[in-house]
């Protein structure tokens, strides 16, 4: 191995104290620094660039002595002493238990090498200053280099551990160690990374080179441009972002109504949304002030997206793990050497601090609304505490740590109704609890898999719901992916058949032919639904939820199917945790008390409460099926790269049989999130409070008087109670909500197909007059009823008018 060229104590000394040029990026204001292009006389314009970026990587503004940062930085000491210790230069592999192939090794060994140059760089690791292991994380580069990660290497294996996995690393590590390094050792680890990263996976806007990918790729090439100072590739870097900012219309990318798809048919606004935000906030903060600053003003539209794309979706910490792909079946992977487990507030985190880092770029207006929220997700995640969450190194603590400190107070979780048409997923939020449900179409698969992750999502978008109240904040964080009974997902309708891993095909393969998923909403209650079609199944369903103030109204119909098993809804699957007691109660009567596997049949049950997570309210009453049992299963069941380790979780389960090869079956119930079981009593006890107005495979609609609600699903033309449709539509019509007693009333219409149809709406009700309407909105009739004709266009969103009434 060539000798490292030696390094300074002044630059040793300016790398340790990670620079000030930013001073904590993304929290006391944006980088407005001083020029760092040519025009800056007599300045190294790429140094300059290169500590900017450590003051990302390493954070500033933190004392390395006090908590967490201390015992962070022990960590990364005693890692990094670990690593050196167990690196064997060998043919084939750098460590033993991570050879080159598959190529996830090679990035393993990038990431071990990267922790080695933290750990020599930051203050308070033990090993700060250490030459000896500078050098051996020279050397490590350069057997990796020499081995396998060079220009005669022809890639093999996942494209992303070459292109992104492994250069992000390998040029994050030379960043560190940039004075150490000889200069045509630096001139080998770039011409590789020019290699695999060649300019033209940033020509067409197409393939793996989009949506957070092409910002991965992005970041990649603005620093390789940095550390070989050459400017062009930071003019490419730069323009290759453009066609990531505008909002799309299908694929990739994020949409006007706040979705945000990756993979061409996966909703993943968690996961691969993290990168995204996160990439660009390095790279808007990294470029600020220089000849490269990105100044598209479509950068506003991922400004924006804070609030209308992740904010919605983050609730007390967590990012909701229906859009977090397949990454929902990740848990401890064995390749994290922290032993950091993978989950809702695990992804969740991440976006909290992508948030705190964008605010850098932000306008002042708008940083001081996000630290609101990021204080907020702060102080409410009582279940993975975010300030010591083990998964952030010391930069993203500081900032986060600076936001909690700061001044301004935090941001309450909003009360209100946000449908994600685009990603066929929706988002009910009321004060005390939050629904999220998720459902597929031809746009948005059944499920993601791949790489060995998630072969057991079939059902996670076949009407999923997710609920939460006070205290179950880790009611999908307590190992409830790898315990959970895959055929029994809540809020689901399935046939029983028994599928194959992997089912269907991966990387969002699976989708359902069908149009008509989605809904409308005014904001604050909502109509959903979802024709439902089975996957590999001959099921086939209309799904229905209605989302009130205290309620969400759970219809089903039309429910069919041939495959020659039962086919059941799965009112709730509930984790208990290791040994939960929450007691269930059917009409008052204890049921399922013991954890025994054996499920009970309550004939005629008019409602169901489980302690400590809400009440469920049976219209007319319902056989109703409940099961209290212990689950075990391991990560490694339904992730090839994660703990073999067993877990047992306990569960009560409701559910609906329906049968072998129903025809025609249906259900009616309500989710009344962490409601008091006199509540959910009270309310079964009350005849008025909802009418069903139908159940049908043609619509499904009800109305609730007390609220003025009347909401319903035209899946064919037809009627029911007043409204009647020519076509389908989702239709939402809210009497009085501009304040009691007043003669108004507001009338939506939205078009879950996305035909772009006209169609017309009847209210058999008077109405005096029409006071505005939205365009695509033509009134016919007023009188003794109102008459529509609705051309609500082709992107899922509904058009309404406002009502004077007779």
């Known amino acids: 191995m060539p000798p490292v060229s030696p390094w300074s104590r002044r630059g040793f000394l300016a790398l340790a104290g990670a620079g000030t040029a930013l001073g904590l990026t993304g929290l006391s204001g944006p980088a407005h620094a001083a020029p760092v292009g040519p025009a800056a006389a007599g300045a190294d314009v790429f140094d300059t660039l290169r500590r900017r970026w450590l003051d990302l990587q ?3 503004g933190f004392d390395p002595g006090a908590e967490p940062y201390a015992a962070r930085l022990a960590e990364t000491g005693e890692l990094a002493g670990t690593f050196r210790a167990a690196m064997n230069p060998t043919a084939g592999s750098l460590w033993p238990d991570y050879p080159f192939d598959p190529p996830a090794g090679i990035t ?6 990267h922790t080695m140059a933290q750990a020599y760089v930051q203050p308070g690791t033990g090993h700060t200053g250490d030459a000896s292991l500078a050098d051996a994380v020279a050397a490590g580069l350069d057997h990796l280099e020499a081995e396998v990660y060079n220009p005669a290497t ?35 680890y770039l011409a590789a990374v020019d290699h695999f990263v060649p300019d033209s996976m940033l020509g067409d806007y197409t393939g793996t080179s989009t949506g957070a990918n092409r910002v991965d790729l992005c970041r990649v090439t603005a620093l390789r441009g940095v550390l070989g100072a050459a400017p062009a590739k930071l003019v490419l870097a730069r323009d290759a972002l453009s066609p990531v900012f505008p909002y799309v219309r299908s694929g990739d990318g994020l949409y006007a109504d706040g979705s945000f798809v990756q993979h061409t048919w996966v909703a993943y606004s968690g996961t691969y949304g993290h990168v995204l935000l996160d990439g660009l906030g390095r790279l808007f903060t990294l470029l600020a002030g220089s000849d490269w600053e990105v100044t598209d003003p479509g950068r506003q539209v991922i400004l924006d997206s804070v609030e209308r794309a992740y904010a919605p979706l983050l609730l007390d910490g967590l990012m909701m793990d229906s859009v977090n792909g397949r990454a929902i079946s990740r848990g401890p992977l064995l390749n994290d050497d922290r032993g950091v487990l993978r989950s809702d507030h695990y992804h969740g985190h991440l976006l909290v601090a992508a948030v705190a880092l964008l605010g850098g770029a932000a306008s002042e207006a708008e940083r001081e609304r996000w630290n609101g929220m990021v204080r907020g997700w702060i102080e409410r995640d009582t279940t993975s505490p975010v300030l010591t969450d083990r998964q952030f190194e010391v930069a993203d603590l500081a900032r986060l740590h600076a936001i909690a400190a700061g001044p301004v107070p935090a941001t309450p979780e909003p009360v209100n109704h946000k449908l994600f048409a685009a990603m066929d997923r929706a988002v009910h939020r009321r004060p005390g609890w939050t629904v999220n449900i998720a459902m597929a179409s031809d746009r948005i698969a059944h499920y993601e898999n791949g790489n060995g992750e998630n072969p057991r999502g079939w059902h996670t978008g076949a009407g999923m719901v997710h609920h939460w109240s006070p205290g179950t904040g880790g009611q999908y964080t307590d190992h409830f992916w790898p315990t959970v009974d895959w055929y029994r997902l809540p809020g689901t309708t399935v046939s029983t058949k028994r599928l194959a891993d992997n089912e269907g095909g991966g990387w969002g393969k699976p989708k359902p032919a069908v149009r008509w998923v989605g809904g409308v909403t005014d904001g604050e209650y909502a109509a959903v639904g979802q024709h439902l079609k089975g996957l590999a199944s001959t099921l086939e369903a209309r799904k229905s939820w209605f989302c009130a103030a205290d309620t969400v109204v759970c219809l089903g119909a039309g429910i069919t199917a041939a495959d020659g098993v039962p086919v059941e809804t799965v009112v709730d699957n509930r984790n208990l945790g290791e040994d939960g007691t929450a007691r269930l109660t059917v009409d008052g009567a204890p049921r399922a008390t ?31 099926h409940a099961l209290r049992e212990d689950r075990t299963g391991s990560w490694r069941d339904i992730n090839a790269g994660s703990s073999p380790e067993p877990v047992t979780r306990r569960y009560v389960t409701l559910w609906h049989d329906h049968g072998t090869d129903p025809d025609g079956a249906g259900y009616a119930y309500l989710l009344m999130p962490g409601a008091s079981a006199p509540t959910v009593a009270a309310r079964a006890d009350d005849p008025d409070w909802l009418t069903v107005l139908a159940n049908t495979g043609r619509a499904q609609g009800v109305a609730i008087p007390s609220l003025g609600l009347t909401a319903v699903n035209f899946w064919q033309p037809g009627e029911a109670g007043p409204l009647t449709a020519s076509g389908p539509a989702s239709v939402l019509l809210r009497r009085g909500a501009d304040g009691p ?15 772009g149809a006209p169609v017309d709406i009847l209210w058999d009700h008077p109405v005096r007059r029409v006071t505005e309407h939205d365009p695509g909105v033509e009134v016919l009739a007023t009188g003794r009823s109102l008459r529509l004709r609705v051309t609500p266009g082709t992107a899922g969103a509904g058009h309404g008018c406002t009502l004077t009434l007779g």
């Not at 025994?596 to 049976?618: I, K, M, N, Q, S």
């Not at 007693?741 to 035909?755: I, K, N, W, Y």
Request: hydrophobic share 35%; charged share 25%.
């Open 154 to 188: 022809t890639r093999y294996g996942n494209w992303w551990e070459w292109q992104i996995g492994s250069p992000r690393l390998l040029l994050d590590t030379v960043a560190l160690l940039y004075d150490r390094l000889a200069a045509d050792r630096r001139a080998a």
């Open 108 to 113: 393993q060994g990038y990431s071990r090498l």
């Open 58 to 60: 390493l954070g500033t």
């Open 741 to 755: 007693g007043r003669r108004t009333a507001r009338l939506l219409v939205g078009d879950p197909e996305r035909s």
């Open 594 to 624: 013991g954890p025994a596997g054996r499920p009970e049949t309550c004939r005629d049950a008019r409602w169901a409460h489980l302690e400590g997570h809400g009440g469920y309210v049976f219209p007319g009453g319902a056989r109703l």
